[in-house]
């Protein structure tokens, strides 16, 4: 199972999510597993912090469970406008939010709000999920803007941040 590309999926596919969150330069939102490939903010990290066998029974497992954090990166106004409406898509693909608790960084200003889910699955009803959130997906196709995609940068190299506008 997939659930790295079940949870990006259902992500992408919440428009207000997909709206706000910073592009690559190919327009896709940064939501990424283990690490965003580019420092622009705001963003949505995860990973998968515990998993195993769910139940079984004459050496076949019939479930998987798993616990993910996913952390929002975002302003302080933002991470309140998101933060709903990130655990409420994870709800709608199964997932129940065991922890929740927030951050800031003092280099960035920028508020690392993370969430601790947690879901026991089937291959069934995962195999249903992942194909309905890959045909959601792929029905909301979205042009790709050839601009530099809008956001807010840091170097941490020199501690300065600046804002790209559209």
Wanted: hydrophobic share 35%.
């Amino acid at each position: 199972m997939n659930i790295e590309k079940l949870i990006k999926l259902s992500l992408l596919n919440n428009e207000m999510v997909y709206s706000q969150l910073a592009k690559t330069s190919e327009g896709i939102p940064l939501i990424n597993a283990l690490r965003v490939p580019e420092g622009k903010y705001p963003l949505i990290e995860f990973h998968q912090i515990s998993g195993g066998d769910g139940h079984s029974a004459d050496d076949e497992v019939y479930t998987e469970r798993y616990t993910f954090q996913v952390t929002l990166v975002a302003d302080d106004e933002l991470y309140l406008d998101l933060r709903g409406v990130i655990k409420e898509t994870l709800r709608n693909v199964g997932f129940r939010v065991i922890n929740e608790y927030n951050s800031k960084n003092i280099h960035t200003n920028k508020v690392h709000y993370a969430i601790h889910v947690r879901q026991s699955y089937d291959s069934v009803w995962y195999e249903r999920e992942i194909v309905r959130q890959q045909a959601l997906y792929d029905m909301n196709v979205h042009e790709v803007d050839n601009n530099l995609p809008k956001g807010e940068y840091f170097d941490e190299g020199i501690g300065e941040s600046y804002e790209i506008l559209p």
